[in-house]
């Protein structure tokens, strides 16, 4: 983990097979998720995936891909993100809870052949969490583990 980790972007989408769309600030609420995604009141209501990883998944499939063509909605850099499971991850004056792994579905092939394996070891296919604390999330903001 790097002294500084930060959230270097976020994604939205309107409906559940909706093209994701980047965003540089948007409210999340307990209740909702992040207020403008679609799939924010279900058991994931917020779903992180780490930078660093994604770079290693594009690399070795030789393409150059947008980050949200995972379908995440946080993309964070200079932390460990699966190292998170079970903590709290404080960004700007919101606060998740992080629950466990996205794995990745059948969805992420239909998106760029082979994406689904290479997002499958070591968690690279991002973590997911709830909303403990409502707020207002914007890209740059710090990212910090709350004990």
Known sequence: MSDQATLQGIAVRGASRAPMREVQEASVTVTDGIV?????????????IDAGQWRQVVGELGVDLPWHTRRANLLVGGLDLPGTVGSRL?????????????????????????????LTPEMRGGVWGKVIESGHIR?????????
């Open 36 to 48: 403008e995604d679609y799939r924010g009141t279900g058991l994931r209501q917020v779903t992180f």
């Open 139 to 147: 890209v740059g903001q710090s990212v910090e583990i709350e004990e």
């Open 90 to 118: 404080r960004i700007g004056d919101c606060l998740f809870e992080i629950h466990g792994e996205t794995e990745p579905c059948e969805r992420m092939n239909e998106l760029q052949t082979g994406l689904r394996a290479g």
